[in-house]
């Protein structure tokens, strides 16, 4: 897989071994004792096509190569599910449990169980508020969101606009991440709401990263802004089309810059013509390395030391953060070559003339 601009570095690993592995004396043992297993619970399907299409396929390809057993499985935004689905992996023998939690309650009660059992846990993506995963893996969250800031700014400056009003879109209240954005967005935006440079339009939190809600609240928005919204900070892609669907209803897309994230072929193709501002491309294939060289070690009841620590309350957990990337129209082409999307599956006929004219070739 060529790098080039996009190699990712993970923030704070130990020098050139990257995760190193420790002596085993936190009660592993038992873990090593079983045969190696891992459960994954990814959290849906229909917020981001990333959970399906890349974490899944990534995390399959390190487990195989690995010669581990696995399961993975996706709750769907259920939260029965969910609890429903990490207890048959529970009773089905895994040593090593990562989740991307639906929300913090669910995925503590989730954690606590599967410790009590003796299994050891991972967060994946999101972290789990006062949870108890021996590991946390994501990327650098405040930055993703400060990157959709200085994205929006580019843009609306691009624009020539004066005085912008900017909607915020926001994700999921359940979501710590989506607190995380909002903190990164944030610290470049609202300098300029105090300064007046730009106005503050509505803003929204969307339950769930539902993008059918997500059009409905833009489409409010826009009516109470009387049609006046300059600018959307949409925390990721799939809400950032929803956007744009409103848009494209009132002929505004296009003239109303939109972020997003998670560089999905969706919002490449909206990038590509001209609807969307931004995204931020997360290696995925990086975050499932580096999650699943963790829960394969775990799985065998060793642990590994990442260098670094997030703060959950009181807690140090352990972590791995990866740094994140700003994708423009000019660089659409650099997620193609890092492997994430096929040219493809962007460059499809409606989208040929525009990947042409981004250098995709």
């Given at each position: 897989?060529?790098k080039g601009?996009?190699?990712?570095a ?6 050139t071994g ?13 873990a ?16 981001s096509?990333r ?7 990534f ?6 190569a ?9 709750a769907?935004?259920d939260?029965t599910?969910?609890?429903?689905i ?31 059992q ?11 508020l006062g ?9 650098d ?10 994205g ?28 995380l954005?909002?903190a990164?967005?944030?610290?470049v935006l609202?300098?300029k ?9 509505p803003e ?6 539902d993008n059918a809600q ?7 928005q826009?009516?109470k802004a ?16 929803a956007?744009i669907?409103i ?14 994230q998670?560089a999905?072929?969706e919002g ?15 290696a ?12 394969i ?9 990442t260098?670094q620590t997030v703060?959950?309350?009181d ?6 953060l ?16 890092d492997?994430?999307?096929t040219?493809?599956?962007v460059?499809t006929?409606a989208y040929?003339?525009?990947c042409a004219?981004a250098?995709?070739?």
């Amino acid at each position: 897989m060529r790098k080039g601009i996009l190699t990712i570095a993970a923030v704070g690993l130990l020098t050139t071994g990257g995760l190193t592995a420790c002596s085993d004396d936190s009660g592993d043992k038992a873990a090593s004792a079983k045969t190696p297993k891992i459960g994954v619970i990814l959290p849906d399907s229909k917020s981001s096509a990333r959970w399906e299409t890349a974490d899944r396929r990534f995390l399959e390809e390190a487990f195989k190569a690995a010669g581990v057993q696995y399961d993975i499985q996706n709750a769907q935004n259920d939260k029965t599910a969910f609890q429903t689905i990490a207890d048959q992996m529970i009773t089905g023998g895994v040593t090593a449990l990562m989740i991307v939690n639906l929300d913090s309650g669910t995925g503590k009660a989730v954690l606590d169980k599967a410790k009590s059992q003796g299994v050891a846990t991972i967060d994946y993506d999101r972290l789990t508020l006062g949870g108890s995963a021996q590991y946390y893996v994501s990327f650098d969250n405040e930055t993703v969101g400060k990157l959709q800031g200085e994205g929006l700014s580019k843009c609306l400056t691009e624009k020539g606009a004066k005085n912008p009003v900017v909607a915020y879109l926001n994700g999921s209240p359940t979501d710590n991440n989506a607190t995380l954005f909002k903190a990164g967005y944030d610290s470049v935006l609202k300098p300029k709401f105090d300064a007046k440079e730009y106005v503050k339009g509505p803003e929204d939190a969307v339950p769930a990263w539902d993008n059918a809600q997500a059009a409905t609240i833009f489409e409010q928005q826009l009516t109470k802004a009387n049609g006046k919204i300059d600018g959307v900070l949409a925390a990721n892609d799939g809400l950032g089309n929803a956007a744009i669907s409103i848009l494209k209803k009132n002929k505004l897309n296009g003239k109303v810059p939109v972020t997003g994230q998670d560089a999905s072929t969706e919002g490449l193709q909206n990038i590509l013509a001209g609807d969307q501002c931004m995204t931020v491309y997360k290696a995925v294939r990086e975050e499932a390395k580096a999650a699943s060289d963790l829960a394969i070690a775990l799985a065998k009841g060793e642990t590994k030391d990442t260098g670094q620590t997030v703060k959950d309350g009181d807690r140090d957990v352990p972590s791995v953060l990866l740094t994140p990337k700003a994708i423009y129209k000019e660089s659409v082409k650099d997620v193609i070559a890092d492997g994430y999307v096929t040219k493809e599956e962007v460059c499809t006929a409606a989208y040929a003339k525009f990947c042409a004219e981004a250098g995709i070739s």
